[in-house]
């Protein structure tokens, strides 16, 4: 039997026969995309059940878990660090107090930082400062860069794959980012918010977060130097 006899006998597989790798990388992706994506909307039921019944040891477990995200955001939202401890105890009192509100559809920590925004707003017009109405409507870009320390206690995941220096860097470029566009930054690549949660939080339309974010990368961009690279590559 001649050797093109013996190729006679297996047909080339076809290209739908045989899926390529490439596909089967992205059904994979999509695969654990979707487990997370279910495993995330049951925590988030079961956090509104605990809320609602007010479950035993439930807010200790959610400080404990959230205290350092949103002590972050508050950070960089106030520019003061007695301002954002003053306004995280109050997040955690609204939390105890209303906490029933939250109904499980978007995950905890867009409600959370929903909350901390709405009290750095309401603490802005209490107190007659500069207002922060404009990250309701968008109004303005005069907020001034402000120069304070942001405690590192946990990593976030942006963290894990930059170093010290750039961590530094990015941390003194945000702080002279206005109000806007630096809060939409520190949603997305610090907290991992995606571009539609980001949208719950700041309630502004999808287009005008993505507006703000790439904007924001454009300024920050030339501060940041090869560090801006990995901003790009989290879009």
Do not use: C
Not at 35 to 52: N, T, W
Not at 61 to 73: F, K, S, T
Not at 184 to 200: D, N
Request: proline content about 3%; glycine content about 4%; overall charge neutral.
């Amino acid at each position: 039997m001649t050797l093109a006899s013996v190729r006679s006998l297996f047909p080339k597989a076809s290209a739908s026969v045989a899926p390529n790798a490439s596909a089967l990388v992205a059904q994979d992706h999509a695969r654990l995309a979707q487990a997370q994506h279910d495993q995330a909307r049951q925590e988030s039921l079961a956090v509104s059940a605990g809320l609602k019944r007010q479950k035993a040891g439930l807010l200790e477990e959610l400080i404990v878990r959230y205290q350092h995200r949103l002590m972050r955001y508050l950070l960089f939202l106030t520019g003061n660090r007695d301002t954002a401890e003053d306004i995280f105890q109050e997040v955690w009192m609204r939390v105890m107090v209303r906490g029933a509100q939250f109904d499980g559809r978007a995950r905890f920590e867009t409600w959370l930082f929903t909350v901390a925004r709405n009290l750095v707003i309401d603490h802005r017009r209490k107190r007659t400062m500069n207002s922060l109405d404009e990250l309701i409507d968008g109004a303005t870009e005069d907020d001034r860069s402000m120069n304070f320390e942001i405690a590192a206690n946990e990593p976030t995941p942006f963290d894990h794959i930059s170093n010290l220096e750039d961590r530094e860097k990015i941390a003194a470029a945000l702080l002279e980012l206005d109000t806007l566009h630096r809060e939409v930054l520190v949603l997305r690549f610090h907290e991992e918010l995606s571009l539609e949660e980001i949208a719950k939080v700041t309630r502004a339309p999808l287009s005008t977060v993505k507006s703000r974010l790439y904007r924001g990368l454009a300024m920050i961009k030339p501060r940041l130097g090869f560090a801006a690279a990995r901003f790009q590559e989290a879009v």
